[in-house]
């Protein structure tokens, strides 16, 4: 390529600074767990892979009032296990973007303003590229390789519905932790039980800080009172308010010090569209169906109030291995993005050197360095068979 041309990709070079604002502008409104997290994301982290600690509650080892030996007594300790460590790999992805020697060679008699149409289309490619990977893995069951994120269904154990069940698998894990060593088997319900000592058909968590609220559509309605309504399209209403309520602890187990408050649900097209079905039909002639969250509404995603759930439409939510669709309820005060980025760089960063007339043609780069985590696994809930 000639000097004239490589004049010209300087110039489009200089020229393609002003379209990356709109990479960050208009990241957070492709997703609505991204808009929610959009104030509160966590830069500057570093390394490759991110610690944090869950607090175990002492167990076995009760406080006791009073002193027989009186109050200049000698005092004794027992040194407590303060907390569990628990890791996430930060996940890098990288996109290139960009016009070739060739595309340069044949606008270059239209000028710079043609060649940058070019890379702003190539731009908007490499942007939507970025988008369909980071986005979705918000709900990764886990990584399908070790570079892959860890997401919030991993939390969950990455639950299936069997027999009417909530079903996880033995040795499932999150943050390299086990869950549950023995697993959920048969029709155990030991996902409503908040209580790591609490057997059911011979299984149980392995740890009370540990222990998502897992449940089947049968038997989240069973616990909630209504045993009849066995399926999402008669008892999705009610399923939803008895997870707000089973999750909502009213003394923490979560090892954060904090009480978990489930503020969040997120489904797919089909299970939302029933939700919504079901509260037309009930609201007929009161006062129409409940609006969500003001914020989510002025950024156009659809959603719903239920009890204290707001119900978002997030076809991102993937189904459980057995093909039934599930829904992901979460407590968003405990759910961190964390990147190694600087505020200033933005959970995309673009690298573009508007000083370097690249003579193979003008090349730029979008990366992303990120996790997904959440305070205490007990902030997340899932329930699985919401398909008829």
């Not at 604002?21 to 808009?35: P, S, T, V, Y």
Request: charged fraction near 15%; hydrophobic fraction near 40%; include cysteine.
């Amino acid at each position: 390529m000639g000097i004239s041309a490589a004049i010209a990709s300087r110039e489009m070079a200089q020229k393609i600074l002003k379209a990356e604002k709109a990479i960050k502008q208009g990241f957070f409104n492709e997703r609505a767990l991204l808009k929610i997290m959009e104030k509160r994301i966590k830069y500057g982290w570093s390394h490759t892979e991110l610690e944090w600690y869950v607090r175990n509650v002492p167990s076995g080892n009760p406080t006791t009032f009073g002193n027989p030996s009186g109050e200049l007594a000698v005092l004794t300790f027992e040194e407590q296990q303060p907390a569990n460590r628990v890791h996430l790999p930060f996940c890098y992805a990288v996109e290139t973007y960009g016009v070739s020697d060739r595309t340069i060679e044949a606008n270059k008699n239209a000028g710079a303003n043609k060649i940058y149409d070019a890379v702003a289309e190539n731009l908007t490619i490499a942007q939507l590229s970025m988008y369909n990977a980071i986005a979705p893995a918000i709900y990764n069951a886990n990584g399908a390789s070790s570079e892959d994120p860890v997401g919030l269904m991993a939390a969950c154990g990455n639950p299936i519905h069997t027999g009417g069940a909530a079903v996880i698998a033995a040795m499932a894990t999150y943050a390299g932790k086990i869950i549950s060593t023995g697993g959920f088997t048969g029709t155990s319900s030991l996902g409503l039980l908040r209580d790591s000592t609490t057997i059911a058909l011979g299984t149980s968590y392995d740890d009370a800080q540990w222990a998502p609220c897992v449940a089947s559509i049968e038997h989240i309605n069973d616990a909630a009172g209504t045993p009849a309504l066995a399926a999402w399209s008669t008892g999705c209403i009610e399923g939803l308010a008895g997870m707000a309520d089973l999750m909502s602890l009213t003394r923490t187990v979560s090892g954060t010090g904090k009480q978990v408050k489930p503020d969040y649900a997120f489904m797919k097209q089909g299970p939302y569209s029933t939700l919504k079905a079901r509260l037309i039909t009930s609201q007929i002639g009161v006062r129409g169906v409940a609006l969500g969250r003001e914020n989510l509404i002025m950024g156009g995603f659809p959603n719903i109030i239920v009890d204290t759930l707001t119900c978002v439409k997030d076809d991102d939510v993937t189904n459980s291995p057995d093909g039934t669709a599930r829904v992901l309820i979460l407590d968003s005060s405990e759910f961190h993005i964390d990147t190694t980025h600087t505020a200033a760089e933005g959970l995309i960063k673009a690298d573009f050197d508007p000083n370097i007339g690249i003579i193979n043609g003008a090349v730029g780069t979008l990366k992303a360095n990120l996790l997904y985590r959440v305070g205490s696994p007990t902030a997340v809930g899932c329930i699985v068979g919401c398909s008829d």
